[in-house]
């Protein structure tokens, strides 16, 4: 009885691996649909109603879907830093410290990152860098989707088969 509990408890353990390596994966499409969506109401904020870049922060970290508020949370939480420090340091490190929790990868940090260089600046070169990031960040989405459509399924199968291999080899 023992071992067939301890067997059901390595295949559900195993399983949840996989499960959450599935997760990780949808999770990864909602989170860029999310940030294109912030990135391009930011976008329209700055571009065609002209409004100051501290204010948009402010209502993106209230507004923006609840995926990607930690960045624009985080970010508006160093605005009083902005005499002190360049406004890129402040949406660089906002973009690193939150990246874990909205699972981006390294190359969608960067083409997060890059935008801020620009951001508070001549109004062409921000459209210019938003514009150019949200392009970026729908190619991403669709690489991530295709990854979503291509290995979901295997990650959940390979987490239970691999927990079921393994028992079969204990016993």
């Given at each position: 009885?023992?071992?067939?509990l301890g067997?059901?408890?390595?295949?559900?353990?195993?399983?949840?691996?996989?499960?959450?390596q599935?997760?990780?994966?949808?999770?990864?499409?909602?989170v860029?649909?999310a940030?294109?969506?912030?990135?391009?109401?930011l976008?329209?904020?700055?571009?065609?109603?002209l409004?100051?870049?501290?204010?948009?922060?402010?209502?993106?970290?209230?507004?923006?879907?609840?995926?990607?508020?930690?960045?624009?949370?985080?970010?508006c939480?160093?605005?009083?830093?902005?005499g002190e420090?360049?406004?890129?340091?402040?949406?660089?490190?906002?973009a690193?410290?939150s990246?874990e929790?909205?699972?981006?990868?390294?190359?969608?940090t960067?083409?997060?990152?890059?935008?801020?260089?620009?951001?508070?600046?001549?109004?062409?070169?921000?459209?210019?860098?938003l514009?150019?990031?949200?392009?970026?960040?729908?190619e991403y989405?669709?690489?991530?989707?295709?990854e979503?459509?291509?290995?979901?399924?295997?990650?959940t199968?390979?987490?239970?088969?691999?927990?079921l291999?393994?028992?079969?080899?204990?016993?």
């Amino acid at each position: 009885m023992i071992h067939i509990l301890g067997a059901i408890f390595i295949v559900g353990a195993c399983g949840v691996v996989g499960l959450e390596q599935s997760y990780r994966l949808r999770a990864r499409v909602r989170v860029l649909t999310a940030l294109i969506d912030a990135l391009n109401r930011l976008h329209g904020g700055i571009v065609q109603n002209l409004r100051p870049l501290p204010e948009l922060i402010e209502i993106l970290a209230d507004e923006a879907p609840q995926q990607v508020r930690p960045f624009f949370s985080v970010l508006c939480g160093q605005l009083d830093k902005l005499g002190e420090k360049p406004f890129f340091v402040l949406w660089r490190a906002a973009a690193e410290e939150s990246c874990e929790k909205l699972y981006l990868r390294e190359k969608e940090t960067e083409a997060l990152i890059e935008p801020g260089r620009v951001l508070g600046g001549d109004l062409k070169a921000q459209d210019r860098a938003l514009t150019l990031c949200l392009e970026r960040m729908k190619e991403y989405r669709s690489e991530a989707y295709a990854e979503l459509r291509e290995r979901s399924r295997l990650y959940t199968v390979l987490g239970f088969s691999g927990g079921l291999l393994f028992v079969i080899i204990l016993l």
